[in-house]
Every structure is written in structure tokens, then in C-alpha cells.
T-cell receptor
């Protein structure tokens, strides 16, 4: 069964550093998403991406965040100047009808 | 705005049925989902229901949708200890080309032997 693949599974970074979280969506899907789950809280929508541009973003997705589809397969989330409160599980999803989620990247900012 | 509500905890005995309930606010939702999350793990799609359906059954799982009351439930028959996890209800609130999901806070299911 097709999967959404996320790398790395865990990332530890120093406060103030930039991180790039990577995702490979399912190949025939056209819509891509990033979500965030702070420990013990619910999953929150960050951004959706379609036709090589952002189609919607939440209040959380400010100038600290950016997304990119640098080639035909990868979909990345860049977080600049990381803060302690950016520590969370970040999920990528892709959709063609039904959303399929990756297994997530656990980001820890120290 | 759009919101999804779930009770936070449910405890059942092994072999009993579990029923997890969810209410949502966006009547334009096209799909409603149930995801399972085990400790430290990702989101596993359990099942989903299209908004023009009332019920969907998939092995031990039964989803009931009351669109008038905007109420969704997940019934797990013959609950096993391996079913212990957090269960998230989600709606496809925006539909169309956006389709970002709105999640509830999750119901933690504890199954006692």
C-alpha cells in the first residue's frame, strides 16, 4: 500500500537553528499538508500546498515557517530560528480524496 | 469556527465493546475520519465515512454518522488490549481543493484485561 514517508523520524536541534523536515508524498497525490502535534495536545493544521503554491495556512504558520517542493517527489517544511515551543511531532499528509499521513518527525528544540 | 469535540477518556474491559463519540460543527464536511495513535507513534487511519452515508462497517469497527446532529461514533467490537491508544476524530472541514483536517483532542482508550 502506498505510504507517505517522512525523514528524519527524530531531530534534535539547538534553539535558534534552522531545521528542514522532509516528506515524500504518495506519487499520484496532488494536495500536500503539514500538521503539528505538541506533546499531549491535538493535531493542528499548519499549511496546505497545491499546484506548487500554498493554498491555505493557519495562524501558526507565520514567517518562521516555509514549505517547498524542490523536485517532483519531496515536500519540505523549513523552520527558521527554532524556539523551545517548536518542539512537537510534525506530520506530513498527502491527499487524493482521503488524507494519508506519514509517521511523523519528532522535533526537539533544546 | 470549525470545531471537533470528543470525550477525553474511555475505559473498558477486554472483550467488551467500546464506543467513542465525536461531535463536529462544519456541516459541509465531505469525509469524517477516525485515526488511531499509539504512544510515541504516528497517525494510523482506521476508517472514514463519506458524509452521505449513515453507517460503515469494517471488521470489528462500525462507524455511525448522524448528520442532522453532527454526531459521529466509532464502535470497536470485542475490544482487545492492543486497541489501547488515543483515537482522534477528524473532519474534512474545507472540502474541495483544500481539505485540511480539523482534529478533536482525542479519546484515550484504556482496555483492562
Amino acid at each position: 500500500e502506498p505510504e507517505v514517508t517522512q525523514t528524519p523520524s527524530h531531530q534534535v536541534t539547538q534553539m535558534g537553528q534552522e531545521v528542514i523536515l522532509r516528506c515524500v508524498p504518495i506519487s499520484n497525490h496532488l494536495y500536500f499538508y503539514w500538521y503539528r502535534q505538541i506533546l499531549g495536545q491535538k493535531v493542528e493544521f499548519l499549511v496546505s500546498f497545491y499546484n506548487n503554491e500554498i493554498s491555505e495556512k493557519s495562524e501558526i504558520f507565520d514567517d518562521q515557517f516555509s514549505v517547498e517542493r524542490p523536485d517532483g517527489s519531496n515536500f519540505t517544511l523549513k523552520i527558521r530560528s527554532t524556539k523551545l515551543e517548536d518542539s512537537a511531532m510534525y506530520f506530513c499528509a498527502s491527499r487524493q480524496g482521503i488524507s494519508t499521513f506519514g509517521s511523523g518527525t519528532r522535533l526537539t528544540v533544546v | 469556527g470549525e470545531d471537533v469535540e470528543q470525550s477525553l477518556f474511555l475505559s473498558v474491559r477486554e472483550g467488551d465493546s467500546s464506543v467513542i463519540n465525536c461531535t463536529y460543527t462544519d456541516s459541509s464536511s465531505t469525509y469524517l475520519y477516525w485515526y488511531k495513535q499509539e504512544p510515541g507513534a504516528g497517525l494510523q487511519l482506521l476508517t472514514y465515512i463519506f458524509s452521505n452515508m449513515d453507517m460503515k462497517q469494517d471488521q470489528r469497527l462500525t462507524v455511525l454518522l448522524n448528520k442532522k446532529d453532527k454526531h459521529l461514533s466509532l464502535r470497536i467490537a470485542d475490544t482487545q488490549t492492543g486497541d489501547s491508544a488515543i483515537y482522534f476524530c477528524a473532519e474534512n472541514g474545507a472540502g474541495g481543493s483544500q481539505g485540511n483536517l480539523i482534529f478533536g483532542k482525542g479519546t484515550k482508550l484504556s482496555v483492562k484485561p
